[in-house]
């Protein structure tokens, strides 16, 4: 099967397995996160079929609606993947892709590590779709679909987490802005994603600004 066939049939499981997805994980998150991953594979040079692999599936089954089996995703992926023909060492790649995109990972210090220039730009376009006014509006919808908080003055955001710590945590969204979505900026990859990066950290910080203000009856 060529490589075309391969990325159209990806798109049609993808779109059929996030048909009921939360509103931030769903298939339109998966899109943006694509199209992001477009535009900063053109200024690197990676393998595209892998880079647009992994950004169509990294989110294919979420550990955190999976009670947090970190396993599922890559397995759905592979057996998807070998039904589809695709070579060994494709797949290998794009599985470990799904394992070491998120941002719990990067907390734990003696996890199994792994990096390549194509996992690089895949975890740049997802971390852009995480901040910016996108990145607001879905901390915001997870928030309320785990009967989150919007903020509370009396529980403050924790910045030393452990992986443990993170997965387990149910803290305002607001905290959620500290202990991850302002850090990413720094923690882009690559020279387009930093660029892409920029203007959302900026606009993320005028929002709790003017949230803080009325919050406090200020504004």
Known sequence: MNTTQVIANTKDFVKETLKDAEGGHDWF???RVFSNAKQIAKTEAVDAFVVTLGALLHDIADAKFYNG????????????????GVNEKVINHVVQILKHISFKNSLDVNGEKFSSLELAVVQDADRLDAIGAIGIARAFNYGGFKNRALHHPDVPPNLHMTKEEYKKSTAPTINHFYEKLLLLKDRMNTDTGKQMAEERHQFMLLFLNQFFKEWKGEA
């Open 29 to 31: 998150h998966i899109e």
């Open 69 to 84: 089996d970190e396993t599922i995703g890559p397995k759905k992926a592979t057996n998807f993947l070998e039904n589809q």
